[in-house]
């Protein structure tokens, strides 16, 4: 088996990160959720509770800082992707037109997972 190529290595970075933004939206509309239904408990004063909803708005707040991070490294993994399909293409424009096409598409992945969620 031929060892895989920075087109295919990079193609993949960007596919894992378009996955793990997606994973972290996930997690955090569930964290909100689970914030509200706490919030709508008519407990009264019970002391748990209140931890537990401090303990969620943390946990909220933590998610809510990897975002920019994440974001960062996907623009940069995209940059660095989109630099390798235009040298590959120069390279052999027949001769690995999966690896290209695959990173075409990882590309418009990744530049739709950029675009703000309002």
């Known amino acids: ?14 596919i894992r990160l378009v996955k ?7 997690e955090l509309a569930d964290q909100i959720e689970r914030v509200k239904r706490l919030e709508a408990e008519t407990a009264g004063d019970d002391e ?3 931890y537990m ?12 800082k990897v975002f ?15 630099a390798l399909v235009v040298e590959e293409g ?6 690995s037109v999966e690896q290209i096409t695959a990173a075409k598409e990882a590309i418009a992945k990744g530049k739709k997972a950029l675009i703000p969620i309002s």
């Open 1 to 14: 088996m031929a060892p895989r190529s920075q087109l295919e290595i990079t193609t993949s970075s960007v």
């Open 20 to 26: 793990e933004e997606a994973s972290y939206h996930k």
């Open 48 to 50: 748990n509770r209140e």
């Open 53 to 64: 909803l401090k303990q969620e708005h943390m946990a909220i707040e933590e998610t809510r």
């Open 68 to 82: 920019p991070s994440l974001r960062q490294k996907l623009e940069q993994t995209l940059e660095e992707l989109g």
């Open 90 to 95: 120069k390279k052999a424009p027949n001769s």
